[in-house]
């Protein structure tokens, strides 16, 4: 079992930053990768960014690529908090912005994507 929870999200100006947390917790947390996505109404649920369990390497979906940094902070193999710093945010970011917990970094690299755990989710708004 893996528990994950967002926090961080809000309203901020199109330019400005967020940074999303993801607290993530569990036995066997260190066999997964940990996905940001995100999904606004009305559209695909979209990859936004991973960062592989083995060797720490990030991925960036194209669309947040630069703009967008995944870090982490692991106090163990069962505890880690997973950070998700949002520059030059958009209106176009705007969405529901949820971690989860997958075998690998496909949802961003391609192939099949099937997270395990899912978070509940936090509102990002991007408005003027």
């Known amino acids: 079992q893996v528990q994950l929870v967002e926090s961080g999200g809000g309203v901020v100006q199109p330019g400005g930053s967020l940074r999303l947390s993801c607290a993530a917790s569990g036995y066997t947390l260190e066999h997964y990768a940990i996905v940001w996505f995100r999904q606004a109404p009305g559209k695909e649920r979209e990859g936004v960014s991973c960062?592989?369990?083995?060797?720490?390497?990030?991925?960036?979906?194209d669309s947040v690529k630069g703009r967008f940094t995944m870090s982490r902070d692991d106090v163990d193999n069962t505890k880690s908090t997973i950070y998700l710093q949002m520059n030059s945010l958009k209106p176009e970011d705007t969405a529901v912005y949820y971690c989860?917990?997958?075998?690998?970094?496909?949802?961003?690299?391609?192939?099949?994507?099937?997270?395990?755990?899912w978070g509940q989710g936090t509102q990002v708004t991007v408005s003027s």
């Open positions: 960062i592989d369990n083995e060797d720490g390497r990030t991925y960036y979906a």
């Open positions: 989860a917990a997958d075998w690998a970094c496909t949802a961003i690299t391609g192939g099949l994507s099937q997270p395990h755990y």
